[in-house]
């Protein structure tokens, strides 16, 4: 029999930078033209957004929110180093990273014998990173092709039709399972030696080529008829967690099931006019979580998950549909919100 750990966490970029340019996503959306002037100026932001903001564009509350995320992170390698898993299996979203035109998986089981990443070659708008490597540094790590080829055939079996691959197509590894690895190892003293198996969801969906999973241009916004076809519904990501850990509490490893993204993001939410993220709909899913109230989760429509910006929140989908399927609610949860950092931030342990 298999044991289950589940854990979510983040894979904020912003916290692979320092604290002058955590805030870079919002720096970046307030010098675009296509931004009404009066969003720019920060009289008429949420008054907690102002706050955050100070009178040093974040940098203060950017070494808060390092602070607060790191603990967090600490936890979740710890739960992690207790429960000694064979191998990590993360859900992560590709922003245009791995799948590009040429094909766009719902899901996709990253069955690879090893996984490789030059992370620091696109940085973008981030500049440099915090840990002042340089930019070609290559990190590895060790994939699992055997449970790969074994959760891909259960779940086909259990009527999920999921993609495969045993090689990268256009990137090595995507930022969501390697900052989630990068991470939980931030200060660069116990390693990482857990073979992961990556899990891809096309959360971007509609957006994932349109916009390349990333920040909009609002003085170029894409046409209604430009968008692709959407993301896989939240139910049915749910469900595939649970078929999940079905098939792994069938098998003979010890897995940790993690669930790799940050909640609405800022550049997503329209209604918020892309400068904050929707905090309220993101407190409501958090509660619901931390009571185990899985029905609110699975009732939760792509509609709604569109409309606040919650698009990455498709990778803990599967999370809360495999502790629903082992009848367990979180050890361990925390919510850490934010105006200025791009979106808010969950973590949750649940230990067997
Ligand atoms: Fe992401």
Redesign the pocket.
Known sequence: MGEILGVGLS???GLGVKDETMAAALMKTLKDPGLPDEYKNPENWPPQMRAEWGTDNGKTAAAKHRTDLLEQFKKARAAIDEFKPDFVLIW??D?YENFKEDCIPAFCVLAYEKHEAQPFKHMGFLGTNVWGDPEDKVFSYQGHKAAGKYLASSLIEQGFDVAYAYKPLHHGL???FL?AAMYMDYDRKAGWNYPILPIQIN?YGRRVIAQK?GLPDLSKPVAEGDLDPPSPMPWRCFDLGAATARAFKNSPWRVALVA???WS?AFLTAKNHWIYPDVEADKRLSDALAAGDYQVWRDTTLESIEESGQQ?LM?WFPLAGAMDELGRKPDEHALIQTYIFNSSKCFAIFRP
């Open positions: 894979h904020y970029p992560g979203d922003q995507g930022h969501a900052n959360d999973g790799s993204s940050s993001h990455e990778n």
